[in-house]
């Protein structure tokens, strides 16, 4: 499958990244009173890792990606959902960035992830 040395799928900085990105959308958006939109983005951004971790038990490379690219799919939604934010003024221009910087990072990680598993075939 990928690294030996990775035993588990909390070893992955792929999983890690997008499960520090679900802790930063929660406490951001914690105290929204738009409950639609806070259930939604949360739930975009935790299927993230989510996905990242089921794929990473399954018995081949390409069930492994195919999970990697509906994680990259959750991460895109919550990049939408950030800009969406933006423009209803649940977030600031300066937050905004920050958190569309770390859906940039996490879907950057994954793709190099999709990658070095299509290497190891």
Known sequence: ???TAVQKFEDLI???KAQDLSVDIYLEFKNLRDYGF????CRAAVSI???IAEGFDRNSNAD???FLYIAIASC???RSMIHLAQRLEYLTSEQSTILLEKTYEVS????GLIKSIQIDK
């Open 1 to 3: 499958m990928i690294d």
């Open 14 to 16: 792929a999983w890690q």
């Open 38 to 41: 806070k259930d939604q983005i």
């Open 49 to 51: 890792s989510n996905n």
């Open 64 to 66: 492994f990606s195919r």
């Open 76 to 78: 895109s939604e919550v």
């Open 108 to 111: 950057k990680i994954i793709r």
